[in-house]
């Protein structure tokens, strides 16, 4: 906590690209230094973890600093410890839940009328053991210059298309100036009005929102919507409401999305908690999703009727503009499921 004061009553020399990238480099990437540093025994776990996954551990020090010591069951450690249970073959669990893995041009898929999501990055800042993209081939649709021009011809083509989303891998692992490049591009696009950005990247990196890209993002013609991903209310401390804070402070609109995941987040006391959270840091809380059913995460999925009961406590609990949309994804849809509270036989 004296560490976090420090750094916030720092000047604006702390929100450079040497802060967040050296916090990036430095990422735990093995699980048995992670539980070391926990003060976590093996033999105090009460389940079994797997120590060298493909898809590997990858957590920043800033996230893990937010993780209680000796806590087995802390939940933000849950979400990015390889357990033994993701090598289990499960039926309905798949390797594309969401059918992206052919996509419409290197580094972007348009699967919705008005917008498209480009992956500008093939990389996160961390691996999220439920994450539905774990095995996607960025290997595949990684973007050169050669791309970006034909991603540009492809949305001047389509006047429909008004928003285009940066999103997974993590956007923000590009750095600054390279963003800026890629924005300038997409600006010159006359129909396209807004600029989304999904990102889970200042949640376990705080000092990623540098000035620059403040100024960035702030200084486009486009219009900017920041979508965080914070799954839990341990996730935000002081540190990231302090980031937050700056890209509020210049009017940017900031939306954020949960995944509903078993012994995390799955009681409506946890995501009443994290609404109000969201809400003082400028946040509203957009979406809660179910989770989509990628190899490998079976066993963070939650049974829809306990969604529907968890979001009918948060409507009695929290005001309307705080109560997220609970959605599902689903393969081929032109758009997200809402999932009807009203007529769910509960
Ligand atoms: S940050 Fe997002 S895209 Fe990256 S691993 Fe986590 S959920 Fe997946």
């Known amino acids: 906590m004296i560490q976090n004061v420090q750094i916030l009553t720092r000047n604006d020399s702390y929100w450079q690209d040497n802060e967040w990238k050296k916090w990036l480099s430095g990422a735990f990437s093995s699980p048995n230094n ?22 590997r551990q990858r957590v920043p020090q800033p996230f893990v600093d937010r ?5 087995p069951d802390d939940p933000l450690l849950l979400q990015v410890l390889p357990l033994a249970q993701e090598a289990e073959e499960v039926d309905g669990y798949v390797e594309d839940p969401l059918g992206e893995h052919d996509s419409t041009l290197p580094g972007l898929l348009h699967k919705y009328q008005s917008r498209v999501l480009v992956m500008l990055a093939t990389a996160c800042a961390v691996n999220c053991r439920y994450c539905f993209r774990r ?35 993590d956007p923000l692992i590009a750095n600054d100036d390279y963003l800026a490049a890629f924005i300038k591009q997409i600006e010159t696009v006359k129909h396209i009005k807004r600029l989304r950005i999904h990102s889970r990247l200042p949640v376990v990196i705080p000092q990623r929102i540098t000035s620059k890209l403040v100024e960035l993002l702030s200084s486009s013609r486009l219009q900017c919507v920041f979508v965080t991903h914070i799954n839990h209310p341990n996730e935000i401390d002081e540190l990231l409401g302090k980031a937050m804070q700056r890209l509020h402070q210049t009017g ?5 999305q949960t995944v509903l995941l078993r012994h995390i987040n799955d009681n409506a006391e946890t995501l009443a908690d994290l609404s109000e959270k969201l809400f003082d840091n400028h946040i509203l809380p957009y979406y809660l999703h179910l989770l989509d059913k990628v190899k490998g995460s079976h066993h963070f ?46």
Do not use: C
Request: proline share 6%; aromatic share 8%; no cysteine.
């Open 67 to 71: 993780m209680e010591a000796g806590n």
């Open 34 to 55: 992670l539980l070391q540093h926990l003060e976590l025994a093996p033999e105090q776990l009460p389940y079994r973890v797997l120590p060298d996954h493909p898809f």
């Open 135 to 169: 095995e996607f081939p960025y290997s595949d649709n990684k973007l050169g210059k050669g791309d970006w021009t034909a991603i540009i011809n492809y949305l001047q083509q389509d006047e429909d298309i008004n928003e285009v989303i940066l999103s997974g891998g």
């Open 301 to 346: 999925d939650t049974e829809e009727a306990v969604a529907v009961d968890i979001m009918q406590q948060l409507q009695y609990r929290l005001a309307g503009f705080l109560v997220p949309k609970l959605v599902r994804e689903e393969a081929g849809k032109p758009h997200k499921s809402w999932i009807d509270l009203a007529n769910n036989n509960q």
């Open 252 to 256: 940017i609109t900031l939306l954020n």
